[in-house]
């Protein structure tokens, strides 16, 4: 595989068909945890490792399975992934396990590791599928990360809080606060904070994508083939 | 007709050897994980137990020296549950108990509670809740220092009609527009002393149980 199809797997993960924002799959986890910044990321990073390690599992035993089981084969390996992912969260990560824990085995129904596998996996061999899944993982984390940011900053005045359950009892002091003596805004932080915070990203997203379908429009004597395919994007 | 039987068969053959192939991953893992969960779970059990019983009260190893006490209408419990408790050179002097208040304002609150051989509070925190954020939830002590006002309370100082909140003429702070929380905490602790107090020898017995309690 070359230079550019690694380019187009991450562009299509981390922004044209971002999983949060784009294809809204998985938005059970991206709702519940987004709450803080360290709950959004780390849920994000333990999606794509599944994506990554079912990705590249699944891909070169793609041709021995038959297509009438494929979905319960496929699903039986995410969910022993995402059990094993558990365990060793729950042995080496115990704080984080005990804020993420009951949200873990819903990485199993997360349809979004099933659509990769699915649509990607199934297809490709071993390298391009574990990829596909880290970017999409990752596009998943990113749009986390910021709803966590947008709601925690929102909703508390501050940013990272919890990094220690995460990194360990080093990282107590890297609380952020971002607004000091903040009361707090609550709708941010229950899960209606979720939907709106969710809203404003997709608009904001959407809003760009336009930007950039106009600019490209206004001067295509400049760039010759600019807008056909700008107005595919 | 046979070729079908045949194909069924072998797909059927197919899913059983994945099934098989993810019970031994998964059993592997899970006795390879299994040792350092116990240890991960048994050090958080440590600070919080050090958190609300003075390391001048035991020299003992407290996290071994447990009591399975079965479940209780006064704990509030419907599992069985694990006393630890607290020793100074071979004399009890303190006994963690678990303990539920299942009317909190969203469900049940789990607590823990130390109390003293004499029947004195030595510290109560809260383990689980699902109080509303920002509002039920200052019974955290991560919130609030308002869980420390059991610290010293006994029952020989305060009548039943003491253990209830101020709104219902007990001795008990809480936050306004947030009672039902703090009052369902109140009457569980109140209740958990109640029964320390009628269980008192059967919790400090003992030292080493071996496996035929005595229930």
Request: with cysteine.
């Amino acid at each position: 595989m070359n230079l550019q199809e690694t380019k187009d797997i991450f562009y299509n993960g981390l922004w044209k068909q971002n999983p949060g924002i784009v294809q809204l799959l998985g938005l059970c986890p991206l709702l519940a945890v987004s709450s803080t910044v360290v709950n959004g990321v780390s849920l994000g990073l333990a999606t794509a490792l599944v994506m990554a390690l079912s990705g590249a599992s699944i891909a070169p035993i793609r041709s021995y399975v038959p297509n009438e089981i494929r979905i319960p084969v496929f699903i039986l390996i995410i969910a022993v992934l995402v059990t094993v992912v558990k365990y060793l969260m729950n042995a080496y990560m115990y704080g984080l396990f005990v804020v993420l824990g009951i949200f873990i085995p819903l990485i199993v129904t997360n349809c979004i590791v099933l659509a990769r596998v699915e649509a990607f996996a199934s297809k490709n061999s071993a390298l391009p599928s574990a990829l596909d899944g880290i970017a999409m993982g990752l596009g998943l984390t990113a749009v986390l990360g910021a709803l966590g940011a947008m709601r925690e900053i929102i909703g508390k005045g501050t940013l990272f809080s919890g990094i220690d359950l995460a990194l360990g009892d080093m990282a107590q002091g890297w609380v952020l606060h971002v607004i000091p003596d903040y009361k707090g805004f609550l709708l941010a932080i229950l899960p209606p904070g979720a939907f709106i915070g969710l809203g404003l990203l997709i608009a904001g997203k959407n809003w760009l994508n336009l930007r950039a379908e106009q600019k490209a429009r206004s001067k295509p004597a400049t760039v010759a083939n600019a807008s056909p395919e700008a107005a595919q994007g | 007709m046979k070729r079908i039987a045949r194909s069924s068969l072998q797909t059927a053959a197919n899913l059983v050897f994945f099934a098989v192939l993810a019970t031994a991953i998964l059993s592997t893992t899970f006795f390879m994980t299994r040792d350092a969960i116990v240890k991960s779970e048994e050090a958080v059990k440590l600070k919080l137990i050090m958190q609300i019983v003075p390391s001048t009260l035991f020299d003992n190893d407290i996290i071994q020296d447990k009591l399975s006490i079965p479940a209780s209408e006064l704990l509030g419990t419907d599992d069985e549950t694990i006393a630890y408790r607290a020793r100074l050179k071979g004399e009890p002097t303190a006994v963690v108990l678990e303990s539920v208040a299942p009317d909190g304002y969203s469900g049940r609150i789990s607590l823990v509670l130390a109390v003293r051989a004499n029947g004195e509070l030595a510290g109560v925190r809260v383990v689980a809740h699902k109080e509303t954020p920002g509002l039920g939830d200052y019974i955290e002590l991560t919130k609030s220092t308002w869980i420390t006002v059991f610290d010293g309370k006994s029952r020989a100082a305060y009548k039943d009609a003491d253990w209830k909140v101020k709104k219902d003429g007990g001795q008990f702070e809480h936050m306004a527009g947030a009672t039902i929380t703090p009052r369902a905490i109140v009457k569980a602790v109140n209740k958990a002393l109640i029964y320390f107090e009628e269980n008192r020898d059967k919790l400090f017995a003992a030292a080493e149980p071996k496996k035929e309690e005595a229930k």
